[in-house]
């Protein structure tokens, strides 16, 4: 019975799959929805589901909250090896951009995870810059950035909608960056999930990176990548001694 099910459930993926194919759907084309495809198919809506769900987990399909399942754009890849600058990626894949500063204070007592990212003792001051950064129009980036405010003390953060944070560096005296990047699974909470326009708690993938000049760190940043629209990749060398 088990296999007979899996076998069922493998004939609605491939079918589908062949549906997509046959009516020359194209990225952004929407497919019939669940009760239309159990009418189609002469399945369950259990088993349309699953099926369904494996496609959206294999980046062919993706559901749209109120407006049903889509067939999926390709993902844009980043090469987290070279990735610096939100801009810079822009044009890499040819895409427009623009920044929007949705907050920009002056935080006397910083987290503490903010405080060791930056070597700085707990009650220094810093720069909270939050970022709302859009690719074509469409929401592709929120980022969360701390800098350390002793160094930037006349900083205006709103020149960060159209600058990038390397150029304002810069003009500080910081020329020569080195970082570390992080990449962490989490679940949206609503103020990205809201600038997504997805359910709280769907998975995106987190992208923390500490800068510093020489050994002094200057940023602080977490930049959250809506899911299913990006795929990181990184190089890797092997030496054999």
Not at 62 to 78: A, H, R, Y
Not at 211 to 219: G, S, T
Request: charged residues 25%; glycine residues 4%.
């Amino acid at each position: 019975m088990f296999e007979d099910r899996k076998a069922l459930y493998i004939s609605v993926i491939e079918t589908i799959n062949s549906y997509i194919k046959n009516h020359n759907l194209k990225p952004g084309d929407q497919i019939p929805s669940e009760p239309e495809l159990v009418r189609l198919l002469h399945v369950s809506r259990a088993t349309v589901r699953m099926a369904m769900q494996e496609l959206v987990n294999a980046g062919v399909l993706e559901k749209v909250q109120g407006k049903g399942t889509f067939v999926k754009p390709p993902s844009t890849t980043i090469d987290i090896n070279e990735f610096l600058s939100f801009s810079t990626l822009a044009k890499k894949i040819g895409s427009k951009h623009h920044s929007v500063v949705s907050r920009f204070e002056k935080l006397d007592n910083p987290p503490k995870d903010v405080c060791d990212e930056l070597s700085i003792y707990p009650g220094e001051s810093v720069w909270f810059i939050q970022r709302q950064r859009y690719l074509d129009n469409e929401p592709a980036l929120f980022e969360e950035t701390y800098i350390p405010y002793k160094f930037f003390k006349n900083l205006d953060g709103y020149r960060l909608e159209k600058e990038s944070i390397y150029d304002v560096f810069e003009d500080y005296g910081f020329h020569y960056l080195t970082g570390k990047e992080r990449i962490v699974p989490i679940a949206l909470n609503e103020d990205v999930a809201k600038f997504f326009k997805v359910p709280v708690g769907d998975p995106a993938i987190i992208l923390i990176k500490t800068m510093k000049n020489y050994n002094q760190a200057v940023e602080y940043t977490k930049g959250t990548f809506k899911n299913g629209k990006y795929e990181l990749s990184a190089s890797i060398v092997k030496i054999n001694i």
